[in-house]
């Protein structure tokens, strides 16, 4: 392979740049020439795409966010958009791509491989809602960020003896809130995945008021309710707690990887340009055991997520 091009797509995720940095760095340590796709496939489509360097990747590692920049395409998913894009791949000489994404960015390399093009994806969203790997890019960095919060969070919660509800993101999955939620202590946590009651978060509540605890921690994940202010409401109508409700948004998705993110990203990076090398295409990476994977982009797409049920129930069990 003599050329490749990086892109980023969809929602950005902390540590997109140090997996840019890995792809680009060693890319041109095996003699392949790479450019950058800008904005993701709408810069493919369009043709916004620049030579990479050695130095076009430098002082990235720290920075969160995507220096290519990203964008959902929708233009991308029609006939048209699709085949603009894989004629602008043929001017620019362009023999294989590494998209660093989630799963609508898997899918549209999946699209882009079953039209011949060399293709390997790098799992990049927050979400860690891609069943195939235990972690992906950016995962860990919004979980510490929640836990940040959480940490603020309880702190008022305790003066005022409140009840607070912190919403996080996660589109379909409850990793986020789980995994921040057990990290922060929080007494309730409620993610797509698992049926709740209300009446069992206010039992929680109650028992733990009657022992004392100044402050209640409900994590609710994004897309579990229509409306979470229902959700406070209903708190306050059933225990009396004085509520409050924080949507912690976007604040999730920003911010300097930590060292976890940037040492996955950067392993990722460096399998993805092996694979190329060795032909190796259609392929998503991953992270097993601690062990860098890769496998086939349709099989990994066909897995379905779970959310990991010893975790939920013990974070039941120290929230007492
Ligand atoms: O997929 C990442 C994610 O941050 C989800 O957790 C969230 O539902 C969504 O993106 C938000 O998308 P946008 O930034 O387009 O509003």
Redesign the pocket.
Known sequence: MRKIGVLTS????PGMNAAIRAVVRSAIYHDIKVVGIKRGYEGLINGDIEDMNLSSVADIIHRGGTMLRTA?SDEFRTEKGFNKALNVIKIFGIEGIVVIG?DGSFKGAEKLSQAGISTVGLPG???N?LAYTDYTIGFDT?VNTVVNAISNIRDTSTSHGRANIVEV???H?GD?ALYAGLAGGAESIIVPEEPFSIDEICKRLIQGRNRGKLHSIIILA??VLNDANELAKAIVEKTGADTRLTTLG?I??GGSPTAFDRNLASRMGGRAVQLMMENKTSRVVGIKGNEIIDLDISEALSIKKEINKDMFELAKILSI
């Not at 969809?10 to 995720?13: K, P, Q």
């Open positions: 969809g929602g950005d995720s959902r989630g969203t927050i979400d809602d919004a993101m996660g589109r999955c986020i994004e897309g976007h999730q998705r």
